[in-house]
């Protein structure tokens, strides 16, 4: 990606402004890519892998924490190297298999570029988080240049976003230091998740096995 400028992230009005505008040109970019695969889905297979989208540009104040927190300046050229997920867009789904489902199918899409990925569900972080994160580029199309620019894509089910919302939440209540026994609370309450997850899609399984069964009887008594 072209770099910007090297100044004090403030102190360069106008490197931020196009910054943020190529940022929320890939949000734009990506989000379009996503409701048409999802579109696309529901006219093959008459079924949504998306249950809704979120994105979000990252506040000037989480970039500079992050940065700080990294052991780095707060400067323009380092939030563009190291902050991943200034633009992020979170993709939450009905059941895990959609999950992998989605992001096989944004691992196919052949102007992005995937990355890295990290699975937080096969692998999940010791706070007991859970989701599928992807780091993409998307080339932007200027009138004089293309920039390739960085979307993290969180993809996790309704459960595992209700939990990351609450433990985010509660996470910044404490400011990082909860006392024990909420941190194992919360971690109790991941394995909750996920067992209503397994059982949600188990559910579901049998649900279209049995829907399947039904209309064969139907077809054999008609
Ligand atoms: P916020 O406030 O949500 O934006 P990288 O981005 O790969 O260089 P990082 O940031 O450690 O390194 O990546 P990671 O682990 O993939 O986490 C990125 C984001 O995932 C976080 O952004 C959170 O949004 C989410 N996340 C990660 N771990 C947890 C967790 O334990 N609980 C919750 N609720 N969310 C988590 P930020 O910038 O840390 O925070």
Redesign the pocket.
């Known amino acids: 990606m072209n770099q910007l400028s090297h100044s004090n992230i403030g102190d360069d009005a106008d490197s931020w402004k196009t910054l943020m505008f190529i940022y929320n040109s890939a949000l734009k970019e990506v989000g379009t890519k996503l409701e048409i695969l999802n579109d696309e889905f529901q006219h093959v297979h008459q079924y949504n892998p998306i249950e809704y989208i979120k994105s979000r540009i990252?506040s000037p104040q989480?970039i500079v924490k992050?940065l700080k927190r990294?052991g780095y300046e707060s400067s323009i050229a380092n939030m563009e190297k190291?902050?991943?997920?200034i633009a992020?867009i979170r993709i939450v789904c009905s059941f895990t298999s959609d999950i992998y489902r989605m992001a096989e199918m944004i691992g196919k899409q052949n102007d992005l570029t995937v990355v890295?990925v990290?699975d937080?569900i096969k692998h999940p972080?010791?706070?007991?988080?859970k989701?599928y994160?992807m780091?993409i580029t998307v080339p932007i199309f200027l009138s004089d240049r293309v920039v390739d620019t960085k979307v993290?894509i969180?993809i996790r089910t309704m459960a595992m976003d209700f939990?990351?919302?609450l433990?985010?939440k509660i996470?910044y209540k404490f400011e990082g230091n909860a006392p024990g026994y909420i941190s194992e609370d919360l971690k109790e309450c991941s394995e909750i998740v996920s067992m209503l997850d397994d059982k949600m899609l188990s559910l579901n399984e049998a649900i279209i096995k049995a829907k399947e069964e039904q209309e064969k009887q139907m077809n054999f008594n008609s």
Do not use: M
């Not at 190291?82 to 997920?85: E, K, L, P, T």
């Not at 972080?125 to 988080?129: C, H, L, T």
């Open positions: 990252k989480s992050k990294n190291y902050i991943n997920d992020g890295s990290k937080y972080k010791e706070s007991g988080y989701s994160h780091l993290e969180q939990w990351a919302s433990e985010h996470y």
